[in-house]
């Protein structure tokens, strides 16, 4: 994932900012209070997931840091930010504890480069995986046992995996925005011509800071949340059209 290039305080700050800002829609409000419980465990899933996917992608090339570092594990302990899982909740999108590399450990097969962008893609695509598996799970349950829908159970069932699914894309696809500290970057640096790359690397303070400005406008939600909704779509559909759901 990415860490922050501000402290700590300034990011507790704009974080209950945003809580308190939300607050208001669950109050008095059951089914939005509902759909906060449920959501819970949808990021517990998306993050953790997330983040092991990027320690196993790196000690698959030959870098044991994430494994030193009890990072190559399912516990979402060693995985969960504080604030970035609660702008996961609230805001739909946000970052688990960054996974740490050495890309010098790389097997010498491939690039320090190319390397990095494994690792940094493998968190994202992770989380479109797990949307595919739990759309599948979703629609196997409409399609086989349409009547345990129809429990108290079974609804609530259903809600958590729409959650999850929506959470998962919502987690892949602002994780591939090129803009560092994100995951997209690190993509995008490795396609990039030497020159593009130093000049990537020298005003990377700069992108924090359009990172962060379009954060807190509100920006980066308005840009994000069209493209969310089409990847959630493209996956919903196409797994509905494989069970012959229209």
């Known amino acids: 994932m990415f860490q922050f290039g501000m402290d700590r305080k300034t990011l507790y700050i704009l974080m209950a900012i945003l809580v308190v800002m939300s607050l208001g829609r669950y109050l008095g409000n059951t089914n939005e209070l ?4 449920l959501t819970l465990p949808a990021v517990l899933i998306a993050i953790t997931f997330h983040e092991y996917a990027h320690a196993f992608a ?4 030959g870098d044991d840091t994430p494994r030193t570092q009890g990072r190559l594990n399912l516990n979402p302990l060693s995985h969960l930010d504080p604030i970035g899982s609660i702008m996961l909740v609230f805001a739909g999108f946000g970052w688990g504890k960054p996974v740490e590399i050495n890309p010098r450990n790389f097997h010498r097969k491939i690039s320090m480069s190319a390397g990095e962008a494994i690792v940094s893609i493998a968190g994202p695509a992770m989380n479109f995986l797990l949307a595919i598996i739990f759309s599948i799970v979703f629609f196997a349950i409409v399609k086989f046992a349409p009547l345990f829908v129809l429990t108290q159970f079974g609804s609530i069932l259903i809600t958590l995996i729409q959650i999850t699914v929506v959470i998962n894309v919502g987690l892949g696809v602002f994780n591939l925005i090129p803009l560092p500290p994100l995951d997209g970057s690190k993509v995008l640096n490795h396609f990039l011509p030497y020159n593009a790359k130093e000049w990537f690397a020298r005003y990377s303070q ?14 980066a939600g308005n840009i994000l949340s069209p493209l969310i909704n089409w990847v959630y779509e493209g996956i919903t559909n196409l797994v509905a059209f494989f069970f012959g759901i229209v």
């Open 206 to 219: 700069m992108f924090y800071l359009v990172f962060i400005v379009l954060w807190i406008t509100g920006i």
């Open 34 to 37: 509902l759909n906060l419980v």
């Open 58 to 61: 790196a000690d698959r090339l």
